[in-house]
């Protein structure tokens, strides 16, 4: 692949341990819009809280970039392998040699590990599948539980921009600092290395 040039991601169902990562569907949205709708789950997301028309529109901008060719924009929804139960979300999206990966569980299922889970599983198929370089993560600073899990996936924080996106919902401010973290495929790789010893 030369410099520049963009994999196609398409729409990969992608299976960890306890979670199936899938495309989203017209009938997701109850689900979606019961964490999208509530102001604890969107506190420190550019968005939200959403109407039900927003929370439609982003199951249809999900459809249709699952459906594009090139894809270079996936939105995947997280689903219990147990049970089926749609309980969160998360993105792969490309930028050149690498991609910007997020994701977004319901309250329902904080301090359950979910989210680290769907970290390294992103982090699995940007580096493995796709061959990407590095694939970078950003958060609301105040978003402690978000940047713990891009530590516990072990990126490193590269930067602290001030005012740099919408305040919390709550803030008396008008602005937030946002938290910018990173990771390579050789740190990646490296890493591998070293829980298989």
């Known amino acids: 692949m030369g410099e520049g040039d963009l994999p196609n991601i398409a729409m990969n169902t992608i299976e960890t341990e306890r ?3 899938r495309a989203y569907t017209e009938n997701d949205f109850a689900a979606v819009h019961s964490y999208a709708s509530r102001v604890e789950n969107v506190r420190y997301m ?3 809280p959403n109407s039900e028309e927003e929370t439609r529109a982003f199951i249809s901008m999900a459809i249709a970039k699952a ?3 090139p894809c270079d924009n996936v939105q995947y929804a997280v689903t ?3 049970t089926g139960a749609l309980i969160g979300g998360c993105s792969l999206a490309l930028t050149g040699g690498g991609a910007e990966i ?3 569980l319901h309250r329902d299922h904080w301090r359950q590990g979910y989210g680290t889970e769907m970290g390294k599983a992103l982090l699995t198929f940007g580096f493995d599948a796709l061959c990407l370089h590095r694939i970078v993560a950003r958060c609301d600073a ?3 539980a978000s940047y713990r899990v891009m530590e516990k996936i072990g990126m490193r924080r590269e930067g602290l ?3 740099a996106r919408p305040a919390s919902k709550g803030s008396d401010q008008k602005y937030g600092d946002e938290l910018f973290y990173a990771i390579l495929k050789d740190e990646w790789e490296a890493q591998k290395g070293k829980k298989r010893v």
């Open 161 to 163: 921009f001030l005012e």
């Open 19 to 21: 979670l199936v990562l």
């Open 46 to 48: 550019p968005f939200g």
């Open 80 to 82: 219990l392998k147990s």
């Open 67 to 69: 459906g594009e060719t």
């Open 102 to 104: 997020g994701w977004m």
């Open 142 to 144: 105040e978003n402690h």
